[in-house]
């Protein structure tokens, strides 16, 4: 099945910092490319991944689960950790619980973590009846392009396939269980306008890990897909001025002569 314009995984390798970058539900890569590139231009290794089912038509997520979501991203981990001293993860809405399960799985081998409007739980008031509603309806009306940036599109679907969204709510559930093993530096960007994710899951993420070292700002110009909204640039530079903070090397000269950059996959 062919990749939606834009949906094209991305990779570039520079340094011996590593940025794993997760893209969130029924979204694309395409969502966080900008935020990507910018960290890759600074001399970062950065990757991001393409969801299994994701970047096609949503009729090919119906097939997926958490399950699979996660383990893409957790190969991704993998190997950045091998060629890379230092290794950072990043997401947007469910990747930024995508983010916050490596976190917790992988202890110190992620050296940080952080989420813009980082989802926690499916708030429709039917989320309750999805095991059941999964059966008879096979998809919702989309949410993608939640952005408050005229001109501004995310590559998304649509159209949400019901048996993904039954999947996403268990997957939220897993990792609150899961939170207080989230000890790493934490940084939090939250959009008080947010359409799809309400504050409130930034909150609860807040209350709930043990990690010490945490900032939370606030993105008062943007709604939900702020990577792509008017505090994109604020994102990009605080998550970079958070890394550099944790790992030193990964400032100013940190490319290196020679390094190959390669966008796509």
Partial sequence: ??????????????????VLVCHGFTGSPQSVRPWAEYLADQGLSVTVPLLP????RWQDMQLTTWQ?????????????????????VCGLSMGGALALRLAAKHGDVVSGVAVVNPGNKVHDAAAPLLPVL???VRSTKGIASDIAKPGAEEVGYDRVPLHAAHS??????????ELPRVTQPLLVMTSPQDHVVPPADSDRILSRVSSTDV????????????????????IFRDSHAFITRLAPEAGPGAVQEGTAASGGA
Avoid: I, N
């Avoid at 089912?53 to 096609?56: K, N």
């Avoid at 993998?78 to 230092?86: D, M």
């Avoid at 900032?215 to 604020?234: G, I, N, Q, W």
């Fill in 168 to 177: 996403l709510r268990r997957f939220f559930q897993q990792v609150d269980s």
């Fill in 215 to 234: 900032r939370h700002t606030l993105l008062e110009r943007s709604y939900h897909v702020a990577t792509l909204d008017h505090d994109a640039e604020r």
């Fill in 68 to 88: 699979d979501w996660y383990a893409e991203v957790d190969r991704e981990l993998r190997a950045l950790a091998e060629r890379c001293t230092k290794v950072f």
């Fill in 1 to 18: 099945m062919p990749l939606l314009p834009g949906a094209e995984p991305f990779r570039r390798d520079g340094g011996e910092v590593g």
């Fill in 134 to 136: 999964r059966h008879v």
């Fill in 53 to 56: 089912g994701h970047g096609t």
